[in-house]
């Protein structure tokens, strides 16, 4: 009996003119995340069938589709010709490994029919399989408010599909869906939970990072290659910009206020990942900043850090504590290489005293003690592009 992969989307996003559109994405993105994997990929009346997976490779299609966004929810199904025998087969074939358990669980059978010239209703449907599974295991119960395992057949156009039970998806939208922004990554846990959010709803990402060689070692930038990567396994491909930081962050400490050090270099880091956004076609920015965690993310920091460039700045994580970033880390898979212990360039040169409560008009008149100007053009020259993912 052929396995098959039955993917759900979540419609409430594919009303419309857009539905083709973000349907055809879709099954690219599936596409792409199964790959390695060489499986066939089919859309049919609001749905997606994954076809030919070597049984042995279910596990990781399921693994890579829970990562795809824009997919609600996946049932890994046997798919049948549309008999009475055929469904009837498949249905106890797929209830034998439950049934053999000593805490067998209560079931009740589901069935829908989008072929209204199928022989039975629905209702005959569940009524006559549910007789069939109790004959074949008569250890099994029925609970038909609370069933631990709902047994469900669809009978559709061209074939009859049987699954117990579905896994829930990423959920979101398919990334390329809503354009591209640029995240702003450094090795810590904050932003790549923030870049798993922005394209959740759709959005590509492109990445910088700014690094302080010496004062940052090659360890610290390889994590954060690594930490893009485990983004791309949601995001799909992104161009990920290394940037040397080094010369900025010693002529800040050199010409520029102690107490501001840190507030300057985030205007400027802010500035150059917006000027490669702006030539790359990103739209927005995007960080991992949420009100009030350190001294440079009080409000009127952010108020500061802001005013350095034009572009939207998005910061998924604003309102989040820390335990609920760090929870949603674990759940994505980023954490473990999060909390790798390489330094990162604004722990390099932190000020005794940072100021807490910058002000707009201060901050651009120290920063104008300095002509930054060449100095962010040649870090822009010598920024390097990795393609990852
Ligand atoms: P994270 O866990 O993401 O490092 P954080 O709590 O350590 O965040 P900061 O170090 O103040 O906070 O950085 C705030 C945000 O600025 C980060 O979430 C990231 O978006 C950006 N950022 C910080 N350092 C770098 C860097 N070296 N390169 C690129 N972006 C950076
Ligand atoms: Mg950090």
Redesign the pocket.
Known sequence: MEKVILVRYAEIHLKGLNRPFFERLLVDRIKQALNPVHASVEREQGRIFVYGIPEENIPECTDRLCRVFGIHSISVACCVEKTWDAVRAAAISEVEPFANRVDAPTFKCFARRSDKRFSMTSEQICRELGHEILEAYPNLKVDVHHPELPVTVEIRQNNAFVYTGEVLGAGGMPVGSNGKAM????????????GYMIAKRGVMLD??????YPY?SERARDK?VELTKLVSRYAGRINLYL?P?TDIQMTIYDKCPSTET?VLM?RL?MKI?ERIAKETGSLAL?????IG??A??TIESLCVTDDAVSMPVFRP?IGFD?EE?IDKAQKIGTFET?ILPYE????VFVPKHPVTKPKVEKLRESEALVDFEPLIAKAVSETERMNIG
């Open positions: 995240l702003l990554i450094s090795g810590g846990i904050d932003s790549p939970v923030a990445a910088v990072h700014f690094y302080s940052t954060v940037v930081f840190t985030r880091m990942a995007i960080t991992g900043e949420s965690q350190v440079s993310q994580l820390k970033i999060s990162d360039c604004c722990t």
